[in-house]
């Protein structure tokens, strides 16, 4: 039996927890939280065996701690960690969103002979507290594990334990160093964070005021700019946890708005052309090497309508046939016609189980080829 220590009971710790408790039953699971709120759920529901408002109360007794608070919270803590003593072959990890300030900060633990092994699960929702919480939240998803402490036969002893923890969770490991890691992330999730909350923003006066830019903004903007709906304390501590490198980002992007400004200021027809036709080859390609390599989904789309209980009729079907759903995405749903639902499923015979029980039930359904 194992001692784990989760510090930070928002969606990923409290996920963390019940992927755990599924795969490890017997495991002691302790939280620390300021959050009285989440301590009490977290323990009421079974995830958590008992809840801490600091870390020095519990630390000293764990096998693995887990730091899952906001970047600067998590840093104060491995500063507070490097102060106690805690087991001799402890080991420390964390699943924060950016990694070259944590690694940094790692130095603190593994000057000591503390093992620590920074860490990232690329996932998530908009839903950030732990009444959100799943223990599928991880399902197929990239695990990034940073290599820049991983130097001896040790730490990848401690990897190994670690992934055997973390098993239930079902992901997909990935090594990387912590300056490739802070990069990916600023472009592929940071950067489009930004821009979905400047639409949002941008877009405010005249939604609030136009009733038929509202319903248009039911649409594809909304779908597109969803994930504005975050949690505006976490984003603000990611962007300043990565801020040299976003900030690159947002400039490279500018530059590019301006280029296409220009083209459409001088009707520069090939310019416009060659700008949306790069953006689609790329795309596409991106959904091929996806598919052919390292497939995260398998994916439906059904046309369904904006009635009461449409989307239920689809979940209920597949909990029937007993088909596992690990993500369900509205695309779009229009007034007076058929909306968009998007079915995810971790492999492929689900995805052709699914399609076959939903078009024998009468739905329209696309892709699964």
């Known amino acids: ?27 002691q699971i302790f939280a620390v939280d300021v959050n009285d709120i989440a301590l009490e759920f977290a323990q009421s529901h079974g ?8 870390i020095q109360d519990i630390a000293a007794t764990a096998d693995f701690i887990i730091l899952a608070a906001p970047v600067s919270i998590i840093l104060e803590h491995m500063e507070q960690l490097a102060e106690m003593q ?39 929702s908009h839903k950030t507290t732990v009444l959100a919480a799943r223990a599928d939240l991880f399902q197929s998803a990239y695990y990034f594990l940073i290599s820049d402490t991983i ?3 040790q730490h990848r002893s401690a990897i190994k334990s670690l992934q055997s923890l973390l098993s239930g969770l079902d992901v997909k490991w990935q090594l990387i160093s912590a300056l490739q890691h802070d990069r990916v992330v600023a472009l592929i999730s940071h950067l489009p964070h930004i821009i979905a909350s400047g639409l949002v923003n941008m877009s405010q006066d005249e939604l609030s005021h136009s009733p038929l830019s509202l319903k248009l903004a ?17 984003w603000t501590d990611i962007l300043l946890s990565n801020s040299n490198t976003i900030g690159d980002k947002i400039e490279h992007f500018v530059r590019i ?17 060659n700008y949306f036709y790069s953006a689609k080859i790329t795309r596409d390609s991106i959904n091929t090497q996806a598919g052919r390599h390292v497939p995260n989904f398998y994916d439906l789309f059904i046309n369904i309508p904006d009635q009461v209980g449409a989307i239920a009729k689809v979940t209920h079907i597949l909990e029937e046939a007993k088909i596992n759903l690990i993500n369900i995405h509205i695309l779009e749903i229009r007034e007076e016609t058929d909306g968009v639902l998007q079915l995810s499923f971790s492999n492929q015979k689900d995805l052709i189980d699914a399609k076959g029980e939903l078009q024998r039930r009468g739905l329209s359904v696309v892709g699964g080829d």
Do not use: C, N, Y
């Open 151 to 153: 130097t001896d036969q």
């Open 218 to 234: 039911a649409g594809g903007f909304r779908s597109i700019t969803r994930i504005a709906s975050s949690d505006p304390e976490m």
């Open 47 to 54: 995830l958590v065996d008992g809840g801490f408002d600091r």
């Open 257 to 273: 708005l301006q280029q296409v400004r220009q083209a459409i200021a001088q009707s520069d027809r090939d310019a416009i052309w």
């Open 1 to 27: 039996m194992k001692t784990i220590v989760i510090d930070g009971l928002g969606l990923i710790g409290g996920s963390t927890a019940l992927a755990i408790r599924q795969k490890w039953p017997d495991h």
């Open 86 to 124: 805690l087991k001799p072959d402890v080991i420390v990890t964390d699943v924060g969103s950016t990694k070259r300030q944590v690694m940094a900060k790692a130095k603190i633990l593994t000057d000591q002979g503390i093992i620590f092994i920074g860490g990232h699960p690329m996932a998530g």
